[in-house]
């Protein structure tokens, strides 16, 4: 069955906006051209089409975190986030044991291609591989060095769907971890005391993503240009995507703004980094077998710590477009950027012809309209 998405303006595969409309024929996007005719026609005049948003760093929301490990969690995190133009994610892991961590992915393995709303491209595994002195709100109990031989077992296990596995770089083993597991899966730079030139070796290694640029890693001075200083000397030559924790308390606007403009159109990516208590109330919430104290909507440890966030990446979207970051750099930084990080991008993240027709219709003060979960409408707010 047909549906044709008529008179809005779109964001075309270069996000350009254009006057085009879009034909989907059962999951994927059939045509982008101006035919009018179709099963079903909507008219979506004064509308604007975008990808559906990407969350690819997402530990909970809704009141359930991807830790619970069971399907009802996976089921209300994908419903929470397609009311929130979130099309698809990849349900975010703590510092854990092995056991637990391949209960954990076992569950998203059998649970992935059920769930309602926004669907789930695999894991990302944040930890355990991680420096103690920079933990932030993961447990020290199992933090661990880099284990290629745990990872694989714990990747195989799953059926490969592990999308990102974090490592800090002057950890014991992260030379070898790289070199064997980047082929296979993203590595990325998280969670260390590195650095500049830990990092850029780290860098020269292969890996390509940094974990929630600026928090929880070695931040940039004039004498001392850490972790966030090598990402920015790097990007442009190594293509260094970042993630950026986008609430505004994380991060203060002018260094988002810095960032932004450093690593360029094609290398900012948005993330919630939520937890549980994202769309849900202030109080206490476990986090990977910490206590969280959420107030006003920022979530602490008990010595003050900032752990995940209580937000999600429609709103951080809204924003960066407020903080002054260019419209179309801020919507590839939550659609066609996270994509490739997790090297799905052949099949979502863009609005081209033959991708998953994941799409995201805002009005022009970007209130959500519709969201079309693989050519499937899941929210209709007309």
Not at 120 to 139: F, L, R
Not at 275 to 299: F, I, N, P, R, S
Request: contains cysteine; glycine residues 8%; aromatic residues 6%.
């Amino acid at each position: 069955m047909s549906v044709l998405l008529k008179n809005a303006t779109i964001y075309d595969e270069a996000f350009e906006t254009v006057q085009k409309n879009i034909t989907i024929d059962g999951e994927r996007i059939a045509a982008i051209d101006d035919r009018t005719d179709a099963d079903t026609v909507l008219d979506l005049a004064g509308y604007t089409v975008l990808p559906g948003l990407i969350d690819i760093h997402i530990h909970g929301c809704a009141g359930y975190d991807t830790g619970e490990a069971t399907k009802e969690a996976l089921d209300a995190m994908s419903d929470c986030l397609v009311q929130r133009g979130v099309t698809s994610f990849c349900p975010t892991s703590m510092t854990l044991s092995f056991e637990e961590l391949q209960r954990i992915f076992r569950n998203v393995a059998d649970s992935r291609l059920t769930v309602p709303g926004a669907y789930i491209h695999g894991i990302n595994m944040e930890g355990p591989y991680i420096a103690m002195s920079k933990k932030g709100a993961q447990n020290g109990a199992y933090v661990r060095n880099p284990d290629a031989a745990e990872f694989k077992r714990l990747f195989e296990d799953c059926g490969g769907i592990i999308k990102v596995v974090d490592i800090a770089p002057e950890c014991d083993g992260a030379q070898e971890f790289v070199r064997e597991i980047q082929p296979i899966c993203p590595v990325s730079i998280a969670h260390t005391a590195a650095d500049y030139d830990e990092a850029c070796q780290a860098i020269e290694w292969g890996v390509r993503h940094v974990t929630h640029l600026y928090n929880a890693q070695s931040g940039l001075t004039h004498r001392s240009p850490g972790v966030v200083g090598a990402v920015f000397d790097k990007t442009r030559e190594y293509g260094v995507r970042a993630e950026m924790i986008c609430d505004g308390f994380h991060i203060h606007p002018a260094a988002l703004r810095i960032a932004f403009a450093q690593l360029g159109e094609d290398n900012s990516i948005i993330i919630s980094d939520s937890m549980c208590a994202a769309g849900h109330v202030d109080g206490e919430y476990d986090l990977g077998g910490q206590t969280v104290y959420v107030k006003d909507g920022k979530a602490l440890l008990a010595d003050g710590t900032i752990a995940a966030s209580t937000s999600n990446v429609y709103e951080e979207l809204r924003n960066v477009m407020r903080f002054g970051i260019p419209t179309k750099q801020a919507i590839k930084s939550a659609t066609i950027n996270p994509a490739r990080a997790i090297r799905v991008d052949d099949e979502t993240g863009s609005i081209k012809e033959g991708k998953s027709a994941d799409l995201l219709v805002v009005d022009d003060e970007f209130n959500i309209v519709l969201v079309i979960v693989r050519g499937e409408i899941k929210v209709d707010n007309r």
